[in-house]
């Protein structure tokens, strides 16, 4: 009787053991189900709303080289240009693409301005997924070095002496933000000029040094060479006070000139996906640029190159963009540019 007890207490224990460990595997196969995120599972189309050599197209580029440089996606990210229309052939290239996992787009701040200027391509950009914001860009006002002007004094009398016909400048695309911060000149100054436009800030940065144009508000990473090279002269910079460091920090603000508050303009770097974006998808993506955001490379671009950081993702940029797009409506509807 005692050995019939035993061998049934072993064989007990032996299923106990043997369902225990195929509750363990069945666990450990749940687990790794779980940590089998979405990746992939070919190139990726990295879509740029610009030309090519303007800073949006520089940026897309410096991000694609972090992120094969440091292996952070196992297929490439292969940047695209598609700047027709103000970037309306990326807009809505993106849009007919709504639950495609391989796709994202780098925006600039036509990503408010088209959609309002052109509502025909069906564009609303509160549909896209965001991915990230990963900076803010700044403008500056520049001149070619063999001028004599040297300050913002001297550049609305020059500019009121040549007449609105004889000025030059030159700016990406008609209603985007060159041409905006433009806007903002001549209300400010009460001064008017021939706005020249041209498909990428690269372009308009060479028109000026090869005097085909006579002044610009490129972002900083498009005369940085040849502001270094002693070509450019920065006059001002359409920052707050104390926004920017480094070199670019030396430039001073309209503000710190006396001109006031309003002389401010930030062009936004960010980073969104397709419509209808899986929420596994949209999270491969935003882990791929928050360690973007994290490197040393990225921190360094933002120096070098007169960014302002800025980290952002989820509702939170999806409520940036919106009450920027706003902004950019009253900004529009002053430069009758729509009703």
């Known amino acids: 009787m005692a050995d019939l007890k035993l061998r049934f207490s072993r064989r007990a224990w032996l299923l106990g053991l043997a369902a225990g460990v195929a509750a363990g595997t069945g666990m450990m196969a749940t687990s790794q189900d779980a940590l089998a995120a979405w990746k ?16 949006a197209d520089r940026l897309a580029r410096f991000i694609q080289g972090i992120i094969e440089k440091h292996n952070y996606s196992s297929k490439p990210f292969v940047p695209i240009n598609k700047g027709g229309g103000s970037g309306a052939e990326a807009l809505r290239y993106v849009k007919d693409k709504a639950g495609d996992p391989h796709v994202i787009m780098a925006t600039l701040n036509s990503y408010y301005t088209t959609p309002l200027r052109n509502p025909g391509i069906g564009v609303d950009i509160a549909k896209f997924t965001p991915i990230a914001r990963l900076a803010e860009d700044t403008f500056q006002l520049w001149v070619h070095s ?68 006579n002044s610009t508000v490129n972002n900083p990473s498009e005369q940085a060479g040849f502001w270094d090279a002693g070509k450019s002269r920065a006059l001002a910079s359409f920052t707050p006070k104390g926004k ?10 309209f503000e710190e000139l006396g001109y006031g508050k309003d002389m401010v303009y930030y062009m936004q770097r960010s980073v969104v996906a397709p419509p209808k974006t899986k929420a596994d998808v949209q999270a491969f993506y935003v882990g791929v640029f928050e360690k973007v955001y994290k490197s040393n490379e990225w921190q360094d671009y933002l120096k070098k190159k007169g960014l302002i950081p800025g980290w952002l993702t989820g509702k939170e940029l999806t409520a940036y963009f919106t009450k920027e797009r706003e902004a950019h409506r009253k900004l529009l509807k002053a430069a009758g540019e729509i009703k």
């Open 40 to 55: 992939p599972k070919k190139p990726v189309e990295f879509v740029i709303m610009a030309g090519k050599g303007g800073g």
């Open 146 to 213: 063999d001028t004599k002007i040297k300050t913002v004094d001297d550049y609305v009398k020059a500019v009121k002496e040549a007449g609105p016909q004889a000025w030059r400048m030159g700016g990406t695309g008609k209603g985007q933000e060159d041409s905006l911060v433009t806007g903002m000149l001549e209300k400010k100054f009460g001064i008017k000029m021939t706005y020249v436009p041209f498909k990428g800030g690269g372009t308009v940065a060479k028109q000026l040094i090869g005097k085909h144009i």
């Open 244 to 253: 920017l460091s480094g070199k670019f920090g030396n430039i001073p603000t």
